[in-house]
């Protein structure tokens, strides 16, 4: 069946979104390593994690992302249009080169989690899982005498969906995969065809791990057309990955999702995919090679009022509620993000996600996983187990007693 011009106009628009948000995100990163990003105080208030727009531009000018001051503003206006940051007090529209304070929404928790982005998310996570993967399907193929790099045929991406867990059925693995290619994340390697479970030969449209230059999100929207649906290249062993604080690579967690918690008073959240635990393996920046791990130190406050210990929570009497929750993981994962180390803890719970509807709630400690121990793993020990494990999951928590 060939694709129709609507799915394809469709596909490029939503996979420039996606461009957008790595961008975004490794600039986010980027600030939070070089301490742009901190807390501010302003009129005797105090704003936590944003940053000055004037100083944001000389920063953006000094690393050569733009070649003057008004090309820098309408990069970050373009950003700032497509809800990568705000106006700390959403009182402006438009990004203006002064002493105004603005957030990136990813660390206020007020980014729009709809689905474009949990479908984006997902397929960061099975391209970064596939890619360290030893027996990876993502091989050089060829196709009517032509050969391509990192191709799968579709059939075999469906063994592996269910295989891994990361499917129920043919069929759900089917549905997975065509809205992997309707959001631009996947197409047909000669861009013809929509995703069938056959010998057709598919690659990931979208280079995760390149390290985006901001100039190019004004060259995409000025050029957005059919031809410039690109594929991956052998540059995808460059080293850049968004949406992972912990550039980590074979073992540390494949995961990428950002979860959001619901307290109204939980005004920043770590970066967490959903479809794992972790923040580390999908929302990251700039991705070292596949053989290192570097790691970003930008996480927003912890949410604990106070810091507890292992020993704390067994004391009996303690002032917390057992409870065991089963969290069955849809499509997009469980939708929970953990800190923390001996023991881990709940930082933050996406409000519409598997979790959320079992009764995980920021603040409450994981204690057991699936009958196993977990109160001396830290949260990246504890994702890989998570991970590597069933998609239901049965948690034992202590949750404080407010």
């Not at 549905?175 to 390697?189: K, N, S, Y």
């Not at 009958?371 to 998570?386: F, N």
Request: overall charge positive; glycine content about 6%; some cysteine.
């Amino acid at each position: 069946m060939e694709r129709t011009g609507s799915v394809r106009r469709k596909a490029l628009v939503r996979q420039h979104k996606a461009e957008i948000m790595i961008a975004g995100e490794q600039l986010r990163l980027r600030l939070h390593d070089s301490k742009l990003i901190k807390e501010r105080r302003y009129h005797l208030r105090t704003y936590p994690n944003c940053f000055v727009a004037q100083e944001l531009i000389d920063w953006l000018l000094s690393h050569k992302e733009a070649p003057d001051r008004a090309t820098a503003v309408c990069l970050m206006q373009h950003l700032m249009d497509h809800d990568i940051f705000h106006h700390v007090c959403d009182k402006r529209s438009v990004f203006k080169d002064a002493k105004l304070l603005y957030r990136f929404r990813k660390d206020d928790g007020t980014f729009p989690f709809n689905i474009e982005v949990k479908i984006f998310m997902r397929g960061q996570r099975l391209y970064e899982h596939l890619i360290v993967d030893k027996d990876s399907i993502l091989q050089v193929r060829e196709e009517h005498g032509v050969s391509y790099q990192r191709a799968f045929p579709g059939c075999q991406m469906i063994d592996w969906l269910i295989q891994n867990g990361e499917a129920e059925s043919r069929r759900r693995g089917l549905d997975l995969c065509r809205a992997l290619l309707e959001h631009g994340i996947i197409q047909h390697v000669a861009n013809k065809h929509d995703f069938f479970d056959s010998g057709l030969l598919y690659q990931f449209c979208i280079n995760f791990r390149r390290r985006r230059r901001l100039s190019e999100l004004l060259n995409e929207s000025d050029q957005d057309n059919e031809d410039s649906l690109t594929t991956p290249t052998p540059e995808d062993n460059h080293c850049d990955s968004p949406f992972v604080e912990n550039k980590s690579t074979s073992n540390g967690g494949i995961t990428a999702f950002h979860s959001v918690a619901p307290g109204k008073d939980l005004k920043q959240v770590s970066n967490v995919r959903r479809g794992s635990l972790n923040a580390l393996q999908l929302h990251s920046t700039v991705f070292s090679p596949l053989s290192s791990a570097v790691v970003v130190r930008y996480n927003p406050k912890s949410v604990l009022r106070k810091n507890v210990t292992c020993e704390e929570l067994q004391t009996p009497g303690a002032p917390f509620i057992r409870k065991v929750l089963t969290v069955v993981g849809d499509d997009l994962g469980w939708g929970f993000v953990v800190r923390g180390r001996s023991p881990c803890y709940v930082q933050a719970v996406d409000p519409g996600s598997p979790s959320a509807a079992a009764g995980v709630r920021v603040r409450q400690f994981v204690c057991q996983v699936n009958g196993r121990c977990v109160l001396y793993m830290d949260y990246r020990t504890l994702t890989t187990l998570v991970m590597t494990g069933p998609r239901t999951i049965v948690l034992e928590v202590m949750d404080p007693l407010e």
